[in-house]
T-cell receptor, first 114, second 110 residues
Framework: GAGVSQSPSNKVTEKGKDVELRCDPISGHTALYWYRQSLGQGLEFLIYFQGNSAPDKSGLPSDRFSAERTGGSVSTLTIQRTQQEDSAVYLC????????????FGPGTRLLVL | GQNIDQPTEMTATEGAIVQINCTYQTSGFNGLFWYQQHAGEAPTFLSYNVLDGLEEKGRFSSFLSRSKGYSYLLLKELQMKDSASYLCAVKNTGGFKTIFGAGTRLFVKA
């Protein structure tokens, strides 16, 4: 597609359930990022992929969070045993990687944990 | 530690000029970004500075001083549609980790 897409756009879940968020980056972009943005706050870095590997996982808040990327394209962010404090907008971005700097953001997934 | 500071809110008048400042202390530096984010939408790229000086792009300009850990975004001929949050972000050396500030909410009034 023309831009970064994310699904679902909105997700409401109950505390304790697992959720999976998906990101489709711009074709040809080797770098992919996940961020979290709470209401009225800045972006919190979670993880970044270069190809299928994740050299920097330092932003993942706890071991309930994990992410993978396959085929150098689609990425999924999984949150296990969701907690209310996980409620936020989860943004995915992609960039060309070494050849480019600009990150292009998807529309985000709004997660609400009840 | 790593820290990016920018004002929380600013108000300016349509047609005027506004300068949004950003100071940073980060572990290494590999470029500074400014993004615009309208309420409920994803951030969109505005500018990227890696060398000292002023980069001009239409009504928007961005300045960087690496020795001072300081940047500003200058918006000229303000329009109502410029009402948004402006995010300052710094990329660390040797990797792709990008640290974002909390953003400055700009209100443009008639």
């Amino acid at each position: 597609g023309a831009g970064v897409s994310q699904s679902p756009s909105n997700k409401v879940t109950e505390k304790g359930k697992d959720v999976e968020l998906r990101c489709d980056p711009i074709s040809g972009h080797t770098a992919l990022y996940w961020y979290r943005q709470s209401l009225g706050q800045g972006l919190e870095f979670l993880i970044y992929f270069q190809g299928n590997s994740a050299p920097d996982k330092s932003g993942l808040p706890s071991d309930r969070f994990s992410a993978e990327r396959t085929g150098g394209s689609v990425s999924t962010l999984t949150i296990q045993r969701t907690q209310q404090e996980d409620s936020a907008v989860y943004l995915c971005a992609s960039s060309l990687g070494l050849a480019g700097e600009t990150q292009y953001f998807g529309p985000g997934t709004r997660l609400l944990v009840l | 530690g790593q820290n990016i500071d920018q004002p929380t809110e600013m108000t300016a008048t349509e047609g005027a000029i506004v300068q949004i400042n950003c100071t940073y202390q980060t572990s290494g530096f590999n470029g500074l970004f400014w993004y615009q984010q309208h309420a409920g939408e994803a951030p969109t790229f505005l500018s990227y500075n890696v060398l000292d000086g002023l980069e001009e792009k239409g009504r928007f300009s961005s300045f960087l001083s690496r020795s001072k850990g300081y940047s500003y975004l200058l918006l000229k001929e303000l329009q109502m549609k410029d009402s948004a949050s402006y995010l300052c972000a710094v990329k660390n050396t040797g990797g792709f980790k990008t640290i974002f500030g909390a953003g400055t909410r700009l209100f443009v009034k008639a």
